[in-house]
């Protein structure tokens, strides 16, 4: 019964989508991490916090513009398991970094992404972005790290009200998209 289990179902395969919710997710992509990426710049250039640059790039957030464009209306990017999520995700991060400093790296890297998605589970606030955000302070260099809290702060909320905003002026620009569902 198990081995069977990896042949999958019926259930047909998804489709692709039309040009016009390609474009938009296309637009939606491009635009939203432009944003993000001068804003970055912007911060490099002017702003200064325990002697490192403040700054607003994230990969993750690439893998949340991809989600918030291609699956708007996904129960994982709606604004309360985008937010919660991320402050879920990096508390957590922070917190187990600063109770466990022995422990090795690479055993912060598996613990902390499973203690995440196990409270994700529990308050129904699944964001995948978020997790890699957590694995991305836990791995961080120095300048991660020297941010401590304030990473949280920026550029971890600080990406997600821009990449939310975005979602609700560009899915919401198109006939066929509602963003979200739900706050």
């Not at 919710?21 to 993000?36: A, D, M, P, R, Y």
């Not at 970055?40 to 918030?68: N, T």
């Not at 702060?153 to 509602?178: E, G, H, W």
Request: proline letters at 6%.
């Amino acid at each position: 019964e198990f081995l069977a289990k990896w042949r999958g179902t019926q259930s047909p395969i998804p489709k692709g989508h039309s040009v016009q919710f390609v474009c938009v997710t296309f637009c939606g992509v491009f635009l939203s991490l432009i944003v993000v990426t001068q804003l970055d710049l912007l911060l490099q250039e002017r702003a200064e916090w325990k002697d490192d640059s403040l700054f607003a790039l994230i990969a993750s957030m690439a893998a949340l513009s991809v989600m918030l464009f291609s699956s708007p209306t996904s129960p994982l990017v709606q604004p309360r398991s985008v937010l919660g999520g991320h402050i879920m995700a990096v508390t957590c991060a922070i917190a187990v970094d600063w109770l466990l400093p022995f422990m090795a790296k690479w055993i912060l890297i598996a613990v902390v992404p499973a203690l995440v998605v196990g409270l994700m589970a529990l308050s129904g606030l699944v964001h995948p972005p978020a997790v890699a955000c957590a694995i991305i302070y836990i791995n961080g260099d120095d300048l991660i790290k020297n941010a401590g809290w304030m990473f949280l702060a920026a550029p971890v909320l600080l990406d997600c009200a821009v990449m939310l905003l975005a979602a609700l002026l560009i899915n919401n620009a198109s006939r066929q998209r509602i963003y979200p569902l739900y706050w």
